[in-house]
């Protein structure tokens, strides 16, 4: 594991992964997102963090390709917003909607199955699974439950370990701490940090801004669909303007 | 291993059964048409059910492509192919029923399914009834008169396998694993997006699927009855099967199964009331809302419908690290 992320550290960090260019999302006459610009480096994790409404999950339905906008985005150099959802996942990008999208009538080990909808791979399939389970420990225990009847902390996680299971390079994470306990969020998060450690983007969505930006390499502020700053996690988290905004 | 046993077992001995009662006079007439009629329902319901339970859509259609299968394979048999031709004959014209269907289904499903929401049922509405009018405008088929002189080719051997068949097709296309991304969009459609299913392509083949038995069922009818007009496939016979649908719940083949039977048995015990069948059918179904809602077996099914327990993928206890 640590030699994979000293590879990744010295090779592979100044590759971009991700590129956003002057990206717009509009609903009828309202502009959310008014050209926006970003980029994620290989083996990175990005936080976008903003007050409600500042446009962060149109932006990542945008990039999952679920919802129409205008401007570019390239992934690992290729354009991408000509292409659809499935197409997009099967690149290597995978999200963790908000309010996590768990198929509730379907069993934990069936909704991670539905990840690998498409493959035909059986191997890498299975070791998968057991990747996630190891990660997961508790969805293992809970295989054969219902997704509906676990808690919000194990559907998060079921969540998490779902988009893994399409073997993304870049997950894009929207709100993963939201109604949550405390604890439950130092968890994910340390669990988030585990899968980047393997050599994973991440693109964190939160409003939780302090504990993202601790957690990301870079992160952006967004205002009302822009971008007001930007910088290292450190150097955000300490922002007076961050501080006042976001923090109390 | 076992149940696999029990199944076939069952399945032999329906079989049987269903070439020992006509060979052998075990049941009169009426109850053999009866039992007919039911397997027809069974595969309309299972079929409907595939896109108003399992895909969480609202089709309101199925008579429509019923009335394909039926007016494709009647034409077939009564027009194309040579009577007293080879076996072949009446099986082929029931695939070329629920293919016309099929085909009609995809010209159905590639506009319904550009938008969400209730375009479905409009779309459908709408094509049930260019249908019908289609057919009572063309003089070749009899136009409103109907078609004459369809062979009573349906026998009940026919109609026990492919009520089997549309069972058997249904249920493994939904414990598939392609098939789940059916009931991922009904829990929850951009999720099953953002997991990379295409939901269009999925929804498209559900529909294709649903729309195949439905010609199928009409094709076994029209051979059955020996008579069909356009007026037969009107929107109340969308109706009956949309009752046995939500009477037997929505998400379930067994469910399906219990809701077709209830429904024909009801519809001939009832025969004698005469008009008031007309009353006591829709109350009982609104009884039915009232006090189930999901209709008798809403989203569980019989065991023996559901997938095999999967070896459990144990994760190794300790992992080096």
Redesign the interface.
Same mark, same amino acid.
């Given at each position: 594991?640590t030699s994979n992320s000293q590879i990744n550290k010295s090779t592979r960090l100044t590759d971009i992964l991700l590129e956003v260019r002057d990206l717009r999302v509009r609903y009828g006459h309202i502009e959310a997102v008014q050209g926006i610009s970003f980029k994620i480096l290989a083996g990175e994790i990005v936080a976008l963090v903003g007050a409600n409404g500042a446009g962060k999950s149109s932006i990542l339905r945008a990039i999952?390709?679920?919802l129409p906008f205008g401007g570019e985005v390239l992934f690992e150099g290729q354009p991408i917003q000509r292409l659809?959802?499935?197409a997009i996942?099967?690149l290597g990008i995978?999200?963790v909607?908000e309010g996590r999208?768990?198929?509730? !009538?379907?069993t934990v080990?069936?909704n991670l199955?539905?990840? !690998?909808?498409?493959r035909r791979d059986r191997r890498a399939i !299975?070791a998968n699974?057991?990747h996630v389970?190891?990660l997961f +420990?508790r969805l293992?225990e809970r295989?054969?439950q219902l997704g509906g009847t676990l808690s919000g902390g194990e559907q998060q996680m079921l969540a998490i370990a779902?988009?893994l299971m399409?073997r993304a390079k870049l997950l894009l994470l929207d709100e993963p701490s939201m109604g949550l306990a405390p604890m439950l969020v130092h968890e994910i998060f340390r669990i988030l940090k585990d899968i980047n450690r393997t050599g994973t983007s991440l693109l964190l969505v939160e409003q939780n801004a302090l504990m993202a930006l601790k957690a990301a390499s870079r992160g952006y502020v967004l205002e009302t669909g822009r971008i007001v700053l930007h910088g290292t996690g450190r150097e955000l988290a300490d922002h007076p303007r961050v501080k006042e905004a976001y923090l109390g | 291993m076992n149940r696999h046993w029990t199944i076939g077992l069952l399945l032999l001995a329906g079989a049987a059964l269903s070439w020992a009662i006509p060979r052998y006079e075990l049941l009169n007439p009426y109850l053999q048409a009866t039992l007919m009629y039911l397997g027809i329902n069974i595969i309309l319901a299972t079929s409907l059910n595939l896109i108003n339970g399992y895909l969480g859509e609202f089709s309101v259609g199925h008579a429509g492509f019923m009335a394909v299968g039926a007016y494709a394979s009647a034409i077939l048999t009564v027009m194309l192919l040579p009577v007293g031709a080879a076996a072949w004959r009446f099986p082929l014209a029931i695939m070329a029923g629920g293919c016309a269907a099929a085909l009609t289904g995809l010209v159905v499903a590639i506009p319904a399914f550009r938008t969400r929401g209730d375009y479905l049922a409009i779309v459908t509405l709408a094509f049930a009834m260019i249908v019908k009018s289609a057919l009572e405008n063309i003089n070749a088929v009899g136009g409103p008169r109907g078609l004459l002189g369809i062979e009573g080719l349906s026998t009940m051997p026919w109609i026990f396998a492919w009520t089997v068949l549309s069972v058997w097709v249904i249920r493994n296309f939904v414990y598939s =694993? +392609?098939g789940?991304?059916v009931?991922?969009i009904r829990?929850?459609e951009?999720?099953?997006?953002?997991?990379?299913? =295409? !939901?269009r392509r999925v929804k498209i083949r559900a529909f294709m699927i649903a729309s195949f038995f439905a010609g199928v069922a009409g094709g076994l009818f029209a051979h059955l009855l020996q008579f069909i007009s356009p007026r037969i496939f009107d929107i109340t016979k969308t109706t009956d099967i949309l009752v046995m649908v939500y009477l037997g719940g929505v998400?379930s083949i067994g469910g399906s199964i219990v809701g077709a039977s209830m429904f024909t048995v009801l519809q001939e015990c009832l025969r004698p009331l005469g008009v008031w069948r007309m009353v006591i059918m829709p109350l009982l179904l609104v009884l039915l809302m009232l006090f189930r809602p999901r209709g008798i077996m809403g989203?569980r099914d019989f065991p023996w419908f559901r997938p095999s327990v999967?070896c459990?993928?144990?994760? +190794?206890e300790t992992?080096p690290?």
């Open positions: 594991m999952s390709g679920i659809g959802s499935a996942v099967a995978a999200q909607p999208g768990i198929f509730g !009538t379907l080990k069936e199955r539905l990840a !690998t909808w498409n !299975t699974l057991r389970f190891d +420990p293992a295989q054969r779902r988009a399409t | =694993n +392609p789940r991304g009931l991922a829990e929850d951009v999720a099953a997006e953002l997991m990379g299913v =295409n !939901t998400g989203l999967e459990p993928q144990r994760p +190794p992992h690290s």
